[in-house]
């Protein structure tokens, strides 16, 4: 079960469930494969609805990295994400919520 105070949400992989987590690690390597100028920038295209599908299958892949996953994005190309590409971009946002904001103060 994923932990909120510790930043984690629950991703469903097909019948397995995973916990993702956005870690330092996972933050500096989403920045990088992004290409963006900050992670903010990609935080407001989060908050405007501007996300593309690229977007939410690159935080994916660093979040259930941070939760200790070693799989690849060509992984989840094959695999159902629980609660389809809707679920996959609640997930997204959810981690990139929880890895900015402390829950019960303005957060998820």
Not at 25 to 39: D, F, K, Q, R, Y
Not at 43 to 61: C, H, I, K, N, Q
Not at 78 to 105: D, H, K, M, N, S
Request: hydrophobic content about 50%; aromatic content about 4%; cysteine-free.
């Amino acid at each position: 079960m994923a932990n909120p105070w510790a930043g984690e949400v629950e991703v469903v992989l097909g019948a397995e469930r995973r916990v993702a987590k956005l870690t330092l690690g996972a933050l500096a390597e989403l920045e990088a494969g992004l290409g963006e100028a900050s992670l903010m920038d990609l935080v407001r295209r989060f908050e405007s609805g501007a996300f593309s599908s690229r977007d939410v299958l690159a935080l994916l892949v660093a979040g259930l990295r941070g939760g200790g996953w070693e799989g690849r994005a060509e992984d989840l190309r094959t695999v159902e994400i629980g609660g389809g590409p809707v679920g996959a971009a609640r997930i997204a946002a959810e981690l990139l919520a929880r890895a900015f904001t402390v829950p019960g103060q303005g957060g998820s």
